[in-house]
């Protein structure tokens, strides 16, 4: 996207410090804490293109606990979206599947035109991760 040439922007969040990567800006953070949306915001310094969001807690072994933990990022992270995305923007994010994640798919769908689940080919077949891929973000 040119972050590296200063075409862009790139903001990364994270609990554990990460490599730096060239045209990133990144916070150590959670991204659960009140002062990470606005930390997100100050940095982006406008509308984003895409919000992407690949986070996932710490697993417990617990199935039903695992899913109901990723799925409050996901919606963490697509309330993010909705504050920060320009008209026409995207948003990916990993889920689990376990039955919630239909209520963030449906709320999902009233903010933008195409909403889909997607599975990469490189996932294990009997894995229960996916993603939720929005496109053309329709502004409020």
Do not use: W
């Amino acid at each position: 996207m040119g972050a590296a040439e200063g075409r862009g922007r790139v903001v990364a969040i994270d609990l554990l410090e990460m490599q730096p990567v060239v045209g990133v800006e990144f916070l150590r953070l959670d991204f659960l804490d009140p002062v990470a949306p606005d930390a997100i915001k100050e940095r982006l310094g406008g509308a984003a293109d895409l919000v992407l969001s690949d986070m996932a807690a710490n697993a417990t072994g617990h199935r039903a606990t695992d899913h109901l933990k990723i799925m409050a990022l996901a919606e963490a992270a697509a309330e993010l979206a909705r504050d920060v995305l320009k008209p026409g923007g995207a948003f990916l994010c990993k889920v689990l599947q376990g039955g919630t994640e239909t209520t963030l798919l449906a709320r999902l769908k009233q903010d933008f035109a195409s909403v889909k689940h997607v599975k990469p080919a490189a996932r294990r077949a009997d894995s229960a991760e996916l993603y939720l891929r929005a496109r053309s973000f329709r502004a409020r």
